[in-house]
C-alpha cells in the first residue's frame, strides 16, 4: 500500500502533520502485508469493534456550562477483555482514541497478557480544571459507559493526564451502580487495591528493554546519556530507574521547554523540583535549551515519553543517538522511522518498550481477583520475565527476517490476535 504522506508540521518541535490513526494503519497494513493476511480479515482489524461516545456536560467556575466529548474504544476483544487508558486532553478525539485502542489490541498480545485493547478519552483541558471538575468528569463518564465497562468486559487505566485519584473516583462510581469490584480499573491507590510498582510499571519496562537492547549494541549503563522527552509518569520514572542502573540523563524536555546537563542531572531531584511546584528550565545545574537543540543532543539513548507524533519527517534527521525506546504511543511517524534507519538509529517500538504499564495493570488485576496482594519485589520480578521474553521474542522474529523490530512485533501482535479471532469462530 501507498504510504499517507504527513503535511507540513507547524514547527520542528510540534507533532507531526500525520494523525495516530494514519500511523497505526501505515504500521499494521505493512505487517499485514508481511505476514500476507487476507483482505476481509484486514477489513475487521482495522477498524473497531466497538465505539461510545458520550455528552459530558461540566458548570465550570465562572457559572458557564461546557460540553465536553468522553469516548471509548474497544478495538478487539478476542485474547480476553478489552483493556486501555483514560486521556485527559484537549485534542482528544475518536480517530486519537481509536489509534490508541487498536495499539492495546497489539501490544496486549505482543506481551502476551490475556486481554484485548480498548482506549478512552475525555477531550478536556485537564490543566485548566479544578480537581472537583475532574472529579465530576470522571464519575459522568462512568455512569454514561456503565454497560461498556466492568471488571470482565472492559478495564481501564490512567494515561496522559490521568492518574491513580481519577482511578479511585471511577472505582468509587462503579462501586455505587454494582457493588464494590477494585478489577473494573487498574493502576489505583495502593490504598484502593492498586499494585505495588503500577505506578512506575511503564518506566520500568522501558529499562528492561534498555538492558535486553544494549549488549547487542555493546552499551553499557556507565558509558550510556539518555534525553527524554515527557517528564511525567513514563518519561521521569524511566529517567529516575536508569539513572539508579548508571546512566546519565543529559537533557529532559516537558510541555513547558527543554534543559540540558551534560555533567548528568538528577531525575529524582527534578521530580520533587516540579513537584514543588517549580518550572523544568529552571532547575538548577542545567542550562535552558531550544526545541531544536533539545532534539539534536548527543546521547545513546533518546526516550520520546509525550504525545504521539513528535518524531517526524521535519526532525528525524536532528536525532544524534544510537538508540530510541518509545515510551510514549505512536512518538515516531512512518517517514522519522526510515529516517532513523537510514541513519542506523535502532527503534524499540512503542508496543513493545512501553508494554510495562499494561503488564502489571494484568498483575493489579490478577491480585484484584484474588483478593490477594503481591510484593513490589515479585511485581518488579515478573515484569522483568514478561519484558525479556516479548523482546527476546520479538528480537528473534527481527533477526530472522532481516527487518526492523517494530515490523516484527505488530506480525506476532496480529498473528496472535488473529489466531484467537479464529479458534474462537469470530472470524
Ligand atoms: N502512563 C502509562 O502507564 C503509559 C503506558 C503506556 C504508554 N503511555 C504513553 O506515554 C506517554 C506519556 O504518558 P504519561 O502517562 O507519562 O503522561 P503524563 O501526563 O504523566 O506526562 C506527559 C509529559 O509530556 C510532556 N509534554 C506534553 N507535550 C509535550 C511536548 N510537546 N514536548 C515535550 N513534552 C511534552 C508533559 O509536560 C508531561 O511532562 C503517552 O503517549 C502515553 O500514551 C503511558
Not at 454494582?178 to 491507590?189: D, I, N, Q, Y
Not at 504521539?308 to 515516531?332: K, M, Q, S, Y
Not at 504499564?357 to 519485589?377: C, I, M, P
Request: hydrophobic letters at 40%; aromatic letters at 6%; glycine letters at 10%.
Amino acid at each position: 500500500m501507498a504510504g499517507v504522506q504527513e503535511r507540513e508540521p507547524p514547527d520542528v518541535t510540534r507533532p507531526a502533520g500525520i494523525s495516530n490513526i494514519e500511523v497505526v494503519t501505515q504500521n499494521f497494513d505493512a505487517a499485514a502485508d508481511r505476514i500476507g493476511l487476507e483482505d476481509d480479515l484486514r477489513a475487521v482489524f482495522r477498524g473497531s469493534y466497538r465505539e461510545v461516545q458520550v455528552q459530558i456536560p461540566v458548570r465550570l467556575s465562572d457559572g458557564r456550562v461546557r460540553v465536553y466529548h468522553g469516548y471509548r474504544v474497544q478495538h478487539n476483544g478476542a485474547r480476553g477483555p478489552y483493556k486501555g487508558g483514560l486521556r485527559y486532553h484537549h485534542e482528544v478525539d475518536l480517530d486519537e482514541v481509536r489509534a490508541l485502542a487498536s495499539l492495546m489490541t497489539w501490544k496486549t498480545a505482543i506481551v502476551g497478557v490475556p486481554f484485548g485493547g480498548a482506549k478512552g478519552g475525555v477531550n478536556c483541558p485537564a490543566h485548566e480544571l479544578e480537581p472537583a471538575q475532574i472529579e465530576a468528569i470522571t464519575r459522568q463518564l462512568v455512569d454514561k459507559l456503565d454497560q461498556t465497562i466492568g471488571p470482565h468486559r472492559d478495564i481501564a487505566a490512567p494515561d496522559m493526564n490521568t492518574n491513580a485519584q481519577v482511578m479511585a473516583w471511577m472505582m468509587d462510581e462503579w462501586a455505587k451502580l454494582h457493588g464494590h469490584e477494585p478489577a473494573v480499573v487498574t493502576g489505583k491507590p495502593i490504598s484502593l487495591g492498586g499494585s505495588y510498582g503500577r505506578e512506575n510499571a511503564t518506566g520500568r519496562g522501558l529499562v528492561y528493554c534498555f538492558r535486553e537492547a544494549a549488549p547487542q549494541l555493546r552499551m553499557t549503563p556507565a558509558e550510556t546519556r539518555i534525553v527524554v522527552q515527557g517528564f511525567g509518569n513514563v518519561g521521569s520514572w524511566a529517567a529516575r530507574i536508569a539513572h539508579d542502573l548508571g546512566c546519565r540523563i543529559v537533557g529532559v524536555a516537558d510541555a513547558s521547554g527543554a534543559i540540558s546537563a551534560q555533567q548528568g542531572l538528577d531525575p529524582a531531584a527534578l521530580r520533587r523540583h516540579l513537584d514543588e511546584g517549580g518550572t523544568l528550565t529552571e532547575f538548577p545545574g542545567a542550562e535552558r535549551i531550544s526545541g531544536e537543540e533539545f532534539l539534536a543532543l548527543e546521547c545513546e539513548v533518546f526516550i520520546p515519553a509525550a504525545l504521539g507524533g513528535l518524531i517526524h519527517r521535519d526532525n528525524a534527521d536532528l536525532l544524534n543517538c544510537r538508540l530510541v525506546l518509545e515510551g510514549a504511543n505512536t512518538p515516531t511517524t512512518p517517514a522519522a522511522d526510515a529516517i532513523l534507519r537510514d541513519k542506523g538509529i535502532h527503534v524499540v517500538p512503542d508496543v513493545l518498550a512501553n508494554a510495562g504499564g499494561v503488564v502489571v495493570s494484568y498483575f493489579e488485576w490478577v491480585q484484584n481477583l484474588q483478593n490477594f496482594r503481591w510484593t513490589e519485589r515479585e511485581v518488579n520480578d515478573r515484569l522483568g520475565t514478561s519484558m525479556r521474553r516479548a523482546f527476546r521474542e520479538v528480537s528473534v522474529r527481527a533477526r530472522d527476517q532481516d527487518v526492523p523490530l517494530r515490523l516484527a512485533a505488530y506480525q506476532l501482535g496480529i498473528e496472535r490476535v488473529v489466531e484467537a479471532a479464529r479458534t474462537r469462530g469470530y472470524v
